[in-house]
């Protein structure tokens, strides 16, 4: 007597077929005109901004006297969709002389700086630490080392901060101002820096980093910084200053200058194939579509692997950068989407209510 086998054709939820199989879940909900986050294809996810409220110098934040006491000059707190990134700013006071102009593509020896790292480069920029939580404590990986490396690039070649907007105008504390045989042979001027958490991250992190770094730091404040004399002999008028500390002042503080035409806010998007192929149910949908669908702002598990991306930043009217990767197969039809998309983008969060905190 013979046997038969039969096979049972298994279903797989979507979030198990996202880790197993993305590109197909993709496929399928792409074919239907939705994504796996049921968001349309040029459908963005609604951003929210607001202060995180541990600045030193953020007086009317419900936190009292404790802010008063802390290093932090700056903070922003961006959520969009079930991402959190929460930015604080921070600063340290260097000698001119001895500060290391463009840090991160300063290389072994002298002779080899990148010409765009000359120290007489009006540009200036943000040291950023981003760190993604993923449950382990560890060091920075390769993406949070990446995207650490960026922002400080793009700050640095958008002219968002110049050098000048950091340099420190000593005094004495009061109304009297500093005669001139007081006056430093040092400048002094202000190093950022910005520390990024990110939370749930549910996609490429890059633009939200980049929005919390924008809105802490039109959030920044800088102390007024003053000189306490160290006077080598007691009771002797007027004696050289040959030592100098320098004083923050704890209530006195300037907004940071900023270049608000520079100021911008980045988008990414995700360059798809429609594969006919796939195996569809009966609800699929006709899309009208060359074979090729743009998808704004990525997200989940079966997005983060589409290859080809193009990431734009604008102010709303100028584009002020554009990266592209996996460029093959991109045209400049897929271009002026994305430049249309991240412009209207622009415009709705940066002259939104949030935005103007």
């Not at 077929?17 to 496929?27: E, F, G, N, S, V």
């Not at 400048?187 to 820096?193: A, K, R």
């Not at 004696?239 to 911008?264: G, M, S, T």
Request: glycine letters at 6%; a negative charge.
């Amino acid at each position: 007597m013979s046997q038969t086998a039969s096979l049972k054709l298994n279903r797989f939820p979507p979030d198990v077929l996202a880790r197993i199989a993305p590109d197909m879940l993709l496929q399928k909900y792409l074919q239907i005109g939705l994504r796996p986050s049921l968001r349309k294809f040029d459908e963005f996810r609604p951003v929210v901004i607001s202060c995180a409220g541990v600045g030193r110098y953020e007086a009317s934040e419900p936190n009292g006297d404790i802010n008063g006491v802390g290093s932090v000059l700056g903070s922003s707190i961006v959520k969009s969709g079930k991402t959190t990134a929460i930015c604080l700013i921070s600063g340290a006071i260097v000698e001119d002389d001895h500060e290391l102009v463009n840090d991160y593509r300063t290389k072994l020896e002298k002779d080899i700086i990148d010409s765009d790292t000359h120290k007489d480069n009006k540009n200036a920029s943000v040291y950023t630490e981003v760190e993604i939580s993923r449950g382990a404590s560890g060091p920075p990986n390769e993406e949070e080392i990446a995207v650490s490396h960026r922002l400080y690039e793009t700050i640095y070649h958008s002219g968002l901060i110049e050098r000048d907007a950091l340099r420190i105008r000593l005094g004495y504390k009061g109304s009297e101002e500093l005669e001139q045989e007081f006056v430093p042979h040092t400048n002094y001027s202000f190093v950022l820096y910005a520390t990024i958490q990110v939370f749930s991250r549910a996609g490429p992190v890059y633009d939200l980093c980049y929005g919390a770094l924008i809105s802490a730091l039109r959030q920044t404040r800088l102390p007024a910084v003053y000189i306490a004399e160290k006077r080598t002999e007691a009771g002797v008028r007027r004696v050289r200053v040959e030592e100098y500390d320098l004083v923050c002042e704890a209530e006195k503080n300037e907004p940071l200058k900023l270049n608000e035409n520079k100021i911008a806010w980045s988008s990414t998007f995700g360059l798809v194939e429609l594969d006919r192929d796939v195996p569809h149910d009966e609800d699929k949908m006709e899309i009208d579509t060359d074979g090729k669908i743009l998808l704004a702002e990525l997200e989940g598990e079966a997005e983060e692997n589409i290859d080809t991306r193009i990431t734009v930043s604008s102010n709303g009217s100028t584009l002020s950068g554009l990266s592209v990767y996996g460029a093959a197969g991109v045209t400049k039809e897929d271009l002026r989407k994305a430049f249309d998309l991240a412009n209207r983008r622009a415009q709705y969060v940066l002259n939104s209510r949030e935005m103007e905190m």
